[in-house]
């Protein structure tokens, strides 16, 4: 049989409760804290993994980057292949244009903006003719008769050969004023005696 407490008796009943009720309360704020420390955990784990994405995207994005600046510079380098080729057709069409009968090239070399060729023809009056028909396109610029020299084939049959330094501009240029033409003719040097056609 429980004894009851005697009048001015010290209680322990309140205290014992108020010891629970104090631990249950540290029980909960542990377990609380136990679970937001394990969300925030989990957040942290969720955020790395998103960063890890995030770094791969990035990673995607440079090598798109390092792919287009490619893509540019191989577009560049066939634009200017294009352009060189269609340069070279325009050229070689109006050589052809100015050749007249009896001459022909034999080799052509560009340095820079200048070009050279060299070729043969049957007499001075044909590499004049040629000289006269490149000076009168707009194309050619800077023309120059270089060496011509007389040699003898096989055959006995007497043959000059030439060289000539131009500038080609597909755009073509400002027209020379006739005095201008007259005094550029060409300066033709030959190791013998001039020949007619």
Same mark, same amino acid.
């Given at each position: 049989?429980?004894m009851?407490?005697?009048?001015?008796?010290?209680n322990?009943w309140?205290?014992?409760? =108020?010891? =629970?009720?104090v631990a249950l309360?540290?029980?909960? %704020?542990?377990? %609380?804290?136990?679970?937001e420390?394990?969300?925030l955990?989990?957040e942290?784990?969720q955020?790395?993994?998103?960063?890890k994405?995030?770094?791969?995207?990035?990673?995607k994005?440079?090598e798109?980057?390092?792919f287009?600046?490619?893509?540019?510079i191989k577009?560049?380098?066939?634009?200017?292949?294009?352009?060189n +080729?269609?340069?070279?057709?325009?050229?070689?069409?109006?050589?052809v244009?100015v050749?007249?009968e009896g001459?022909?090239?034999?080799?052509?070399?560009? $340095?820079g903006?200048e070009?050279s060729?060299?070729?043969?023809?049957?007499? =001075?009056?044909?590499i004049?003719?040629l000289?006269?028909k490149?000076?009168?396109?707009e194309q050619?610029?800077n023309?120059?008769?270089?060496?011509?020299?007389? =040699?003898n084939?096989r055959?006995?049959?007497?043959?000059?050969?030439? $060289?000539m330094?131009?500038?080609?501009v597909?755009?073509?240029k400002?027209?020379?004023?006739?005095?201008?033409?007259? +005094?550029?003719?060409?300066?033709?040097?030959?190791?013998?005696p001039?020949?007619?056609?």
């Amino acid at each position: 049989m429980a004894m009851a407490p005697s009048e001015g008796g010290f209680n322990p009943w309140p205290h014992l409760a =108020i010891l =629970i009720l104090v631990a249950l309360l540290v029980f909960a %704020w542990g377990a %609380w804290k136990t679970m937001e420390s394990k969300a925030l955990a989990e957040e942290v784990v969720q955020k790395q993994t998103e960063l890890k994405k995030y770094e791969g995207a990035r990673e995607k994005v440079r090598e798109l980057e390092r792919f287009k600046e490619e893509y540019t510079i191989k577009v560049e380098q066939i634009k200017k292949l294009k352009q060189n +080729q269609s340069l070279l057709v325009s050229l070689m069409n109006h050589l052809v244009e100015v050749l007249p009968e009896g001459a022909w090239y034999e080799t052509l070399d560009q $340095k820079g903006g200048e070009i050279s060729l060299t070729g043969k023809a049957r007499s =001075i009056k044909t590499i004049s003719s040629l000289y006269d028909k490149m000076v009168s396109l707009e194309q050619f610029t800077n023309v120059l008769m270089g060496e011509v020299k007389q =040699i003898n084939t096989r055959g006995g049959e007497e043959v000059y050969d030439f $060289k000539m330094t131009f500038t080609f501009v597909p755009e073509g240029k400002e027209p020379q004023a006739e005095g201008d033409v007259a +005094q550029a003719g060409p300066a033709v040097g030959s190791g013998s005696p001039s020949r007619g056609a």
